[in-house]
């Protein structure tokens, strides 16, 4: 098992950055992948961003050249870099650890807020 604890978010205008830090109670380093997930009221949560453990990331097209994700395995914690941040990423932001494909963990979520 695996706690995750979110944070980092918070009110930014638009254009702004802002980093997200996921912190796991134990070891990332065999961790099959982190992701940031991200919901929006009335709307379903969508993958944002993951990282396997040989360091692939992928994005969702919206967020390309935009976020970052990265993680430090001594520090057990997993970042979201978000640059230019636009009025439709507002959302509450989850990190996801996939251990195996028959167990996953999720974080509390950090609510990340953009003002125009």
């Known amino acids: 098992q695996v706690q995750l604890v979110e944070s980092g978010g918070g009110l930014v205008q638009a254009g702004g950055s802002l980093r997200l830090s996921c912190a796991a109670s134990r070891s990332i380093f065999s961790i099959i992948t982190m992701e940031w997930y991200r919901q929006a009221p009335g709307k379903r949560r969508e993958l944002v961003a993951s990282?396997?453990?040989?360091?692939?990331?992928n994005y969702v097209d919206v967020v390309k050249g935009r976020f970052t994700i990265s993680r430090d395995n001594a520090k057990n914690t997993v970042y979201l870099q978000m640059n230019s941040l636009k009025p439709e990423d507002p959302a509450v932001y989850y990190c996801r650890a996939e251990v195996s494909y028959f167990s996953t963990y999720w974080g509390q979520g950090t609510q990340v807020t953009v003002s125009s």
């Open positions: 990282i396997t453990t040989s360091g692939t990331t």
